[in-house]
């Protein structure tokens, strides 16, 4: 069962060498509400170190803005091509220096374990996760982000709040439908108003 929390804010990132997500998402006792998402846009950028300055400048000021409480990010996905591999890797160790330059604890869950927490398959589509989240956080149809990177970003904050708190026996969801079954105070609404970025 999730313990109850005063307030804690939670800090979601999806790696990225082109496009970077962030998701914020707000705990006030055991409901979760949206704070603000969206992208860092690393496309016009060509020298791949000054990407990463960009991501750590970003991130920093994300967190310096909010101040999150916790860091949750995307595990990078091990493909076939290593050089794409190291590239994101970097990306993602920026993003980690970023929290731990103001000691916020780190969380790191594979895709796999991030899809199945919202929506209970772990081969789910950007979209579905995209769609599912919109579901449990009342989320407008106007306020969703071009860009679903922003949605997965929020996707590995909502998976890290569903682990709060709960004993290791308690962890293995089936999905939100299952999270929803067993905890039926966590259909709420927003817990703040939804703010979209750039």
């Known amino acids: 069962m999730l313990q ?3 307030e804690k804010l939670i800090l979601g990132v999806d790696p990225g060498t082109a496009i970077m997500g962030y998701g914020l998402l707000r705990v006030v006792g055991v409901n979760a509400g949206l704070v603000a998402m969206g ?5 016009k950028v060509g020298d791949p170190y000054l990407k990463l300055r960009r991501i750590q400048e970003r991130l920093t000021g994300i967190i310096e803005n909010y101040l999150p409480d916790e860091l949750a990010i995307e595990a990078p996905f091990f493909g076939k091509n290593v050089q794409s591999m190291l590239k994101l890797g970097r990306a993602q160790g920026v993003a980690m220096a970023a929290a731990l330059s103001r000691d916020i604890p780190i969380t790191e869950y594979a895709p796999l374990k991030i899809k199945m927490a919202i929506t209970g398959n772990g081969q789910a589509s950007k979209q579905q996760v995209a769609d599912m989240l919109r ?15 922003a949605t997965d970003a929020l996707a590995a904050a909502y998976c890290h709040y569903l682990q709060m708190g ?7 969801y089936h999905g939100w439908k299952d999270f929803i079954a067993k905890h039926p105070e966590k259909v709420n609404t927003p817990v703040n108003p939804v703010k979209t970025q750039p």
């Open 4 to 6: 109850p929390v005063k």
């Open 39 to 43: 992208i860092i846009d690393l496309r």
């Open 166 to 172: 709960a004993p290791a026996h308690e962890k293995g």
């Open 135 to 149: 579901r449990i956080l009342h989320i407008a149809d106007d306020d969703m982000p071009t860009f679903m990177d």
